[in-house]
Structure formats: C-alpha cells, structure tokens
C-alpha cells in the first residue's frame, strides 16, 4: 500500500505541474498511466476526471488571486461544461474500451498536431464574435461541446477550449490557459458525478484518485510558477513532449492490450 501510494504522489506532481503550466485537467498523462499500471480505461478516466477536481478549483483560486482568471467568461464556458459533462457516465457505459482508448489517442494526436503546425493561428486576431450575447453563448456552447466530449475520455478539457477561445474570441494564452483550468473545475465535478452514477468509480478509483489529486495541487502551485517565468518557446516544446510521450504510451497499451 506505501508503494501505491507513493506512486500516485509522484503521478499527482507530475500531473499538477501539467495542469498549473498548461491549463489541462491532467489527463493525457494520467490514462496514459493508469493503463500502464493494469486499470482499465474507464477505471483510467474515471481516476482523472477525480484528480481534476483538485488541481482545477486549486489552481483556479490561485490564478483568481493573482488576476489572471476572467471569472464572469469562466462562468459561461463552465455552465456548459457542467452540461455536457453530466453525459460523460452513459457514453463511458456504452462504448467499448477499445473504442475509447482510440478515441482517446485520436484527440491527443489532433491537439499535437494544432499546436505544432499551427500554433500562430490559435489567436485570431480579428475574432468573429462581436456582441457579448454572441460571445456568452460561443462560451456555453465551447463548454457544452467540449464537456460532452473530453469528460468521456478522462481529458479535462482545456487543451481542446484553449484554442476555441483563441480563435474565436481573441484570447491569448495568458488569458485562455486559467479559463481552460477554470473550465476544468466545472466539467470534473459533473464528470464525477455522472460516473458515479454508472457505477463506474468505486472504491479502488476513489482510493487512488483521492491521493492523486491532493499531490496534484502541489504540482499545480508548481506549473503556475513555471508558467510566469518561462518563455513561448520552452512552453510550446514542453508541452509537444508531453504529447508525444502520451501517444507513445497509449499505443503501446492499445497494440499490447
């Protein structure tokens, strides 16, 4: 039990400073993992999905205090992301684990891709939404979409919001990134629930989960740090690695498993 225990310390660090540096809920590391480890995938998003509830609403809080979160845009986007999260446990119920472990490598490898061919233009810089009823509703539909989508396979979210909200309303990553972690709080906690539900966390993805997320707000203090001081480059390169590592990962256990 110590040693289990220790390693999801080091996964919920690892996991954190992810979540702080880029805005994500932590889950192309951690399904990656936990398929490695001998969980099942559902058992795999079900732990992620839990471990974002820390790392979100912390990292969050810190970002507020630090006046780098829009809590009125946060707000919109995280109502529809309690909406479509609130999916999440029936789609996991009907789809195969196959299905979802492809699923999965799919949306990892599109957001590579976006972010290493084209990440100048993930910020338009004459944004099509005008008026702020246009940009309330972009907001709760992004939420919707990407709650109903990224909660199913254990991914938060953020990595897929970011460049929505680059796009179409303008926003840089200063002001994306701690909309996409606050996105994360709204759509875990419908995820979870929706799980629950279904029956698909129980006692074992509570347990690791738990010792996960508590770890991840230490990394999540981290990666905030991280992000202040360090430049686009080593950013953009950091996080290609993180994908790359991921897919490597999620393809070996698809071809082996």
């Given at each position: 039990?110590?040693?289990?225990?220790?390693?999801?310390?080091?996964?919920?660090?690892?996991?954190?400073?992810?979540?702080?540096?880029?805005?994500?809920?932590?889950?192309?590391?951690?399904?990656?993992?936990?398929?490695?480890?001998?969980?099942?995938?559902?058992?795999?998003?079900?732990?992620?999905?839990?471990?974002?509830?820390?790392?979100?609403?912390?990292?969050?809080?810190?970002?507020?205090?630090?006046?780098?979160?829009?809590?009125?845009?946060?707000?919109?986007?995280?109502?529809?992301?309690?909406?479509?999260?609130?999916?999440?446990?029936?789609?996991?119920?009907?789809?195969?684990?196959?299905?979802?472990?492809?699923?999965?490598?799919?949306?990892?490898?599109?957001?590579?891709?976006?972010?290493?061919?084209?990440?100048?233009?993930?910020?338009?810089?004459?944004?099509?939404?005008?008026?702020?009823?246009?940009?309330?509703?972009?907001?709760?539909?992004?939420?919707?979409?990407?709650?109903?989508?990224?909660?199913?396979?254990?991914?938060?979210?953020?990595?897929?919001i970011v460049p929505i909200l680059g796009?179409?309303?303008?926003?840089?990553?200063?002001?994306?990134?701690?909309?996409?972690?606050?996105?994360?709080?709204?759509?875990?906690?419908?995820?979870?629930?929706?799980?629950?539900?279904?029956?698909?966390?129980?006692?074992?993805?509570?347990?690791?989960?738990?010792?996960?997320?508590?770890?991840?707000?230490?990394?999540?203090?981290?990666?905030?740090?991280?992000?202040?001081?360090?430049?686009?480059?080593?950013?953009?390169?950091?996080?290609?690695?993180?994908?790359?590592?991921?897919?490597?990962?999620?393809?070996?256990?698809?071809?082996?498993?």
């Open positions: 039990m110590g040693l289990d225990i220790f390693a999801y310390v080091v996964i919920g660090l690892i996991t954190g400073v992810a979540a702080g540096f880029f805005g994500i809920g932590g889950g192309i590391i951690i399904v990656p993992i936990m398929l490695i480890l001998g969980y099942s995938i559902q058992h795999a998003i079900g732990i992620s999905i839990m471990q974002m509830i820390f790392s979100s609403v912390f990292g969050s809080i810190i970002n507020y205090k630090k006046r780098l979160l829009d809590i009125s845009d946060g707000i919109y986007a995280g109502i529809g992301g309690l909406v479509g999260a609130s999916f999440s446990g029936l789609i996991l119920e009907n789809i195969s684990s196959k299905i979802l472990t492809i699923l999965f490598l799919c949306i990892t490898f599109y957001s590579f891709i976006k972010y290493a061919f084209n990440v100048k233009n993930t910020t338009n810089a004459t944004p099509p939404i005008k008026s702020q009823f246009q940009k309330r509703l972009i907001l709760i539909l992004t939420g919707a979409i990407t709650g109903i989508f990224a909660i199913s396979l254990g991914i938060g979210g953020g990595l897929l796009y179409y309303l303008g926003y840089g990553s200063k002001k994306s990134v701690p909309l996409g972690l606050f996105f994360v709080v709204f759509s875990s906690i419908s995820g979870t629930i929706s799980l629950h539900r279904q029956h698909i966390i129980d006692a074992q993805v509570l347990h690791a989960g738990f010792y996960i997320g508590v770890a991840s707000m230490v990394g999540v203090y981290l990666g905030i740090k991280l992000i202040q001081i360090s430049s686009a480059k080593v950013h953009r390169i950091t996080l290609l690695s993180i994908y790359l590592l991921s897919m490597l990962v999620t393809a070996y256990k698809l071809v082996t498993g």
